[in-house]
């Protein structure tokens, strides 16, 4: 069975600092990943996906993720975060090896970015 | 433009009424998604389609209906017997190809009164 864990409810970070909101996983295969944000009252943004190749994926706004399959982790990352950058954000993962086409989500984790 | 639209953005039903929330998409996808969203939380999956006149249930189907008679369309019903159906509802497409990411549309915010 696959899943998806995102450990923190809330990420609180400085303007100007770096960030990283954590993602693990788990399949009985090799994983796709996936980063998605969220504003208030709109759908879900795609971010960055990995697939396979570089471990380091570089997507939309600034951010990067690093495919860690030893931890079973992709990890969402920003070098310096803006105000702007606050929005709620999903981590999902999809069995590369399995027929299904279901992706599952995590539960979330809400990022403030303070002046 | 390409992408999912979502209809009405909010919605308000007395309690027993059936009420049915619009989803179309002009990207040619094969899979179409409902998803339910409540405060605080993530994405529950409602129905899920691959392919026209297909769909399977999802983790929360109970109280839902769904039909897929276009590709280009997905509309969910959310019957009188969904007991809390007071929700934001998400649809998405994909294509389908391996690794292929989901499309978001923006979203019904159903309210039970």
């Known amino acids: 069975a696959q899943s998806v864990a995102q450990p923190e409810d809330q990420v609180n970070v400085a303007e100007g600092n770096p960030l990283t909101v954590k993602c693990t996983y788990s399949v009985s295969g090799n994983p796709y990943l996936f980063w998605y944000v969220q504003y208030p009252n709109r759908g879900l943004q795609f971010l960055l996906k990995?697939?396979?190749?570089?471990?380091l994926v570089k997507g939309s706004y600034g951010f990067e993720a690093e495919f860690n399959k030893s931890q079973t982790s992709f990890h969402l990352k920003k070098p310096s975060a803006l105000v702007s950058d606050s929005a709620l954000y999903f981590c999902a993962v999809r069995d590369k090896d399995s027929s299904a086409s279901k992706i599952i989500f995590g539960s979330g984790t809400r990022l403030s970015i303070r002046p | 433009d390409g992408g999912i639209t979502q209809s009405p953005k909010y919605l308000f039903r007395k309690e027993g009424q059936n009420v049915t929330l619009s989803c179309e998409q002009n990207?040619?996808?094969?899979?179409m998604y409902w998803y339910r969203q409540d405060p605080g939380q993530g994405l529950r999956l409602i129905y899920y389609s691959q392919i026209v006149n297909d769909f399977q249930k999802g983790d929360i189907a109970e109280g839902y209906s769904v039909s897929r008679e276009k590709k280009e369309s997905f509309p969910l019903t959310v019957t009188s017997a969904q007991k809390n159906p007071t929700a934001f509802y998400l649809c998405?497409?994909?294509?389908?190809?391996?690794?292929?990411?989901?499309?978001f549309g923006p979203g019904t915010r159903l309210t039970v009164l």
């Open positions: 990995y697939i396979t190749g570089d471990n």
């Open positions: 998405a497409s994909t294509s389908g190809l391996a690794g292929g990411e989901q499309f």
């Open positions: 990207l040619n996808h094969d899979a």
